[in-house]
């Protein structure tokens, strides 16, 4: 690791304005100083935005739900809005990393959350988004963990958070505070695909910080399901995971709410297959041509093919738990394990 | 020579109940001091710096950033380090190491994490920081061998690590059922949780090295280490109180610690190198890949005719190493026609070491796996058929077995477990999304023993201390020296001291090959004895409170001797002839039992998987074994020996895997992120039973030595009842979830 100069910001104005060249803020630390040690992010300044006071959760007069930036994700997952509200966020939270990360990590850390690429965490390979222009070395490499959708010939490197997945499902808007004042941008929007600029990972602006997710207003009488398929059963990023959410009018899908994990460079939203629910019966039949949709633009490296029939099976399953309103024990508890 | 039945050991009190570790508070409070956590005065910090090509030459290093660096101290690397000599790496003469090339040898890259140079500085955040900075500059060359399984090559065939009895070739031609199939094991991590770590530090002007190293073995290293620097046994110490496991791959020196203790003299100050994880996971050792191809006949009732078994495993190419995966064979099945044969290839990996039950799991893999095909292709019941096949005495050497009860661990195990309930017809036992499988496989370790020595001291202040300079690796040694200690005086376990992990104590043991039981504890039963028989000499001495006794009519109770009247403690003994302690010396050895039995463990492992195949998952939920060891020494201990083998098998069944990239051989998850191992919620339901059959003829405590066994077979295991679940036989380790997805 490099030396840095580490501040503790006291307001978020005074963060936002700290436009010092390669500056990062650190919240819970579980992404950023993994890399530092790594020597893969070289940050002049560290600015500790912990004191800031971005820790609340708050229903909002229209339904929504604002979450402060530095909410843990333990914190999340557990708020008695989201577990009521929000359940599909509550599992997908529980689904990702380990009780202690959760306990560190935060909400709009989690959003900033950085690939598990292999070759990006390893300074010695060639990486367009370590090290724009050097190549990729995971192109014809060791590709099994990498994205089948969203992938450019520079980058395919799979955004690995599983909340974001289940945020991707749900709808939502960040609040981001800038030097120049504050501004809101839809979730959807703010990951970007890697194109030919895969180091630029996110809409955010030198000096801008994450201070609020504001989830969309929940869907009601929803069931809903977010199913993570992985090698083992806890404490692993996805291979491919499925945030579901139905709204049923008896056997009829009313409205519906599709997002990937695992394989995909950014939490994806599968709105063409959304749409090609609604209307139908809630059956197998609807849920496999919604995963065909959702994965007709799927390509595939040398090692990761097995993603797309695995994400198929996690669509299928997860729609289908969704339409049940329940879910077998075996799924639950290792969802939250 | 042991008098194998002593009456001492027929019913004991200490030994074979259940004991809690006499260390354990000392780890729970962090009191224990690991290699990696000791501090000393004057101490410095070492980073190596690893090859990032995997086959080349090292071309130069610019070092200037690197030593511009804060508190950096010096770098070596080669042409800046101490002329030294090779170890002679014999097991023989207890200088084995796990890689023959001394550090920065010569400018040639053999594999990935190879040491290009060590920084030292003041911090360890220093020395990393500078270690970063150093800029190494490579010609690649094209052609690294990647891996055994990705090549055809066939490599050299190792005469010594094979074996043939009949005729197997002609008895395979002609029999009536027949097997053959291949099977591949991709390379595995040790992944013991405390890294390699070497604290050096020279005294007495540099003639003098005192080492902490965190080894499963300080006679091994510091003969090693002799040889290396050329020093005097005597004037080497080799020190590791405590050890974070090592699974194998901390029995022999590797490089790391050579380079630290030239860094040391060479600096005139204690340097210390704890290797990061991934270092500990490209440069600290491996299970190598292995490809295997078992063919078995049988005739139509299920007898075996023939069983030959071709192994080829990886080694690296700065040092041999043969993981003999047909060790086992030989001595499995009841069968007049067997052959083993051995390969190595070498690859542009680390180089490969022992690894738990190394070799052999392997095999066991393989053999178990085919058997099972083997009563498929027989409609048998795979049980029935390994009954059919015991070997009522050792097939290899023609010897009788000194205790076997597999028949005992087949049947009682497939009790516990229900085997009666299985359906052998394939996918037929379902649960809702899931289907069960149930599949069964055999273990077995060979049960050796070494020569060993001991001391015991009885103490004027009631203490009681014995030493042996063997180790404890997370096992339980402590505990069981202690015990057998407790045994022999009737002493309190709270009053006895232990000391181990050193070589100034009396020569002891590796802490591998499961051996270390049955060798330790009787070297310290005869230092007892000894110390026994010194103190009731001082007893019956004059003026002693005994005086004027007969020494034999005296006998050991409840920590002091009685005449059967009455009883006086040790410490009034001493205290009573003024003497601060009597010391008892002891050593034993294996002797002629060898060439009239064979020793060997056996068991039986039984699980259950769960597979939902439409999200291609597949669990192990159950896994219910009888293993026979033997005497437990210390029951707790020895059955967590087995469930963490059970757990060790889910991983190496299901998950493990070493990725080297098929470009250039680096190795990819060189981290436990990555590289993936099982959780707590991987753990199944796990109930082991021990039978208790005190094997005398082994060693006067009747245990055999339990670290291994308990991995044997669980792969196998796994992949039949993926198998009964399923119809896919998966031959190829880990069977990963694209496996289960290509064959539903």
Known sequence: ?337 | MNDMTRPDFDKPRVVGQRTPRIDGEFKLTGRAGYTGELHVDGMLYGYPVPATIANGVLESLDLDAARAMPGVVDIFHHGHFEALHRSPNSMAHGDMVNEVRLPFEDERIYYHGQYVALVVAETFEQARAAAQRVVARYREERGAVVSLLQTEAEGTLQESAGSTRGDPEAAFGGAEVKVDSTYHIAAESHLQMEMHATLAEWRDAGKRLVVHESTQGVFFQRNAMARVFGLAQENLEVISHYIGSGFGNKLFMWPHSVATAVAARMIGRPVKVVLPRQQDMTSGGNRPASRQRIRLGADRSGKLTSVIHDSTTETSLVHQYVDTCGSATPSFYACDNVSTSQRVLEVNHGTPCPMRAPGEVSGIFALETAMDELAVALEMDPVELRLKNNAEQDPASGLPWSSKHLDECLTSAAKRFGWEQRNPAIGSMRDGDEIIGYGMASCTWSAGRQPCEARVELRADGSLFAACGTQDIGTGTYTIVAQAVAELTGAELSRIEVKLGETSLPAGPLSGGSMATATVLPAVAAAARDALDAIKEVAVGSGGAFEGSDPDSLAAQAGGLTDGERRVSFEEILETSKLSSVNGQGSAAPGDERSEYAFRSFGAHFVEVRIDPEISRVRVTRVVSSIDIGRAINPPTARNQVEGGIVMGVGMGLLEKLDYDPRDARLINANVADYIVPTHADAPEIDVELLDYPDFKHNEFGGRGVGEIGLTGVASAIANAIYHATGKRHRDLPITIEALLASS
Not at chain 1, 25 to 44: Q, S
Not at chain 1, 168 to 174: D, P, V
Not at chain 1, 215 to 244: I, M, Q, T, V, W
């Open chain 1, 1 to 337: 690791m490099r030396t840095f100069a580490y501040s503790r910001a006291d307001s978020v104005d005074h963060a936002a304005h700290r436009t010092m060249p390669d500056t990062a803020f650190v919240a819970g630390g579980t992404t950023l100083l993994d890399l530092i040690k790594l020597d893969v992010l070289k940050p002049e300044n560290v600015v500790d935005i912990n004191a800031l006071p971005l820790k609340r959760v708050e229903r909002l007069n229209d339904g929504r739900l604002k979450i402060g930036a530095l909410v843990t994700n333990t914190d999340l997952a557990h708020h008695p809005e989201v577990k009521s509200h929000y359940p599909v966020l509550s599992e997908a939270l529980l689904a990702g990393a380990s009780t202690q990360l959760r306990n560190m990590a935060t909400t709009a850390g989690n959003v900033m959350q950085r690939t598990r690429c292999p070759y990006y965490r390893d300074p010695a390979a060639k990486c367009n988004r370590r090290e724009p222009g050097s190549g990729c070395d995971a192109m014809d490499g060791i590709n099994r963990m990498h994205a089948v959708l969203g992938g450019s010939d520079a980058c395919i490197a799979v955004h690995p958070s599983d909340m974001c997945v289940g945020i991707a499902a749900i709808g939502a808007t960040l609040t981001l505070q800038g030097p120049d004042g504050e501004r809101e941008v839809d979730f959807a929007d703010f990951h970007r695909l890697p194109g030919d600029t895969p180091h630029i990972e996110h809409d955010l602006a030198d000096g801008e910080l994450i201070t609020a997710i504001t989830l969309d207003a929940p869907l009601e009488n929803a069931g809903s399901h977010y199913l993570k398929l992985r090698d083992r059963a806890s404490y692993e990023f996805a291979l491919a995971s499925c945030a579901a959410q139905l709204v049923l009018d008896g056997d009829t899908i009313r409205e519906a709410r599709l997002a990937l994990g695992g394989v995909a460079t950014k939490p994806w939203r599968c709105s063409d297959a959304e749409a090609a629910l609604v209307g139908q019966t809630a059956d197998k039949t609807s849920f496999e041509r919604a995963a065909d949709i959702a994965l007709k633009d799927a390509q595939a490296r040398e090692h990761n093919g097995y993603k797309i029939p695995l994400a198929r099976q996690a669509i299928v399953r997860a729609l289908r738990n969704a339409a049940r309103g329940d879910k077998p024990a075996s799924e639950t508890q290792e969802s939250q394990a």
